[in-house]
């Protein structure tokens, strides 16, 4: 086949104008509202901190307890989500220093917690921050896609976070060895952390 | 976000007197071996963001700065002297020192930084100070190492004593 100039030109303006349609596309497909959702946590320390810290509480206290947080701390998330866009803008930083330093206390002390009482931690950090997530919906941001993405983010960090905490602090290990010391004294830090942070609030 | 994470890193790092405090804790707590080495890092933070409260709420402690070298001078010397108090009373010594250290922090706190970049950045800077201390410490295992970490306390409680001095005004 023998291409003819004006063909090629024909082609090369809808190639052009053809990727300007693409991107458009995607948007228009509400896609980076999803990814907005999944990357937002990650860039706030606040979520950060919390969820680690949730994620390694649940992981020294061994799988068959930590498993329970797959589906509960995404829900919350969700729960946090839709009870955030109720109270609008709250700041959440005087509950998330708590949550910093009970869950650190709770580390620090090797403490054996309840099943239950695991989920009801996992899930007060994750309605907190749902809401706090939630506080920067604009009024253009797709809702599904955001919870979508947002739940998403939480179920890969809170199950990666656990399963790097199982296998690095087997359940063999004794209490003076150095893996669990390692694994106490960060949960010495992040109550530290959330102590400070407490009173810097208060202090405000 | 960042500029209040730096802060909190450097802050320990760049007071030598909090710095070679910081190492001789690690340093001694390693001389002491178990249970010291262990329960160090897991509550020094704690009890040093204690007296980061106290700082932030500005409570008035006596004569901070001298208290600061004091440490450096009295960690200095238990390091150089291989003290060994008993468990109780060194955990003491240390929370004390550990309160001074914490209140320093808090009461020059930035005000516009970010609380909970701080707080990581000044929590994680001690507790790689300590682990520097500690693994410096792992040097008694041998005879001459021992000798290396004394030489090492006497110099704290050196730089201390200069700390100290200058605190008392003797020193311009």
Redesign the interface.
Known sequence: MKLKPVRVLMAAAILLTGTGAAEAHIVAARLGDFYMGASHPLTDLQDIVLWIATGVLAGTLGASKGRWLIPVFPVGLLVGLALGSVFGNVSTQLADATMMLAIGMLLAAAAQVPTLVLCAIAFAVAVIRGAANGAELGPETDRLLFAAGLACAGYGLITLTMALTVVFKRTTDSVTSWRTIAVRALGGWIAAIGLMMASLVLAS | ?AGGLVSGLLHPVTGIDHLIAMVAVGIWSAQLG??AI?IL??????V???G??LG??HVPLPMPELMIAVSAVILGVAVAARLRLPFAAAVLVVAIFAIFHGHAH?AE?PRAA???????G???AT?LLHLCGIGLGTLTRWPAGERVIQGLGAGIAGIGCYFLAQGLGAVA
């Open positions: 976000m178990a249970p262990w890092p897991i509550t020094f933070p704690l040093m963001a204690v980061g409260v932030v709420l808090g706190l970010n609380a909970l970049a701080y707080g990581v000044f929590v994680t507790g």
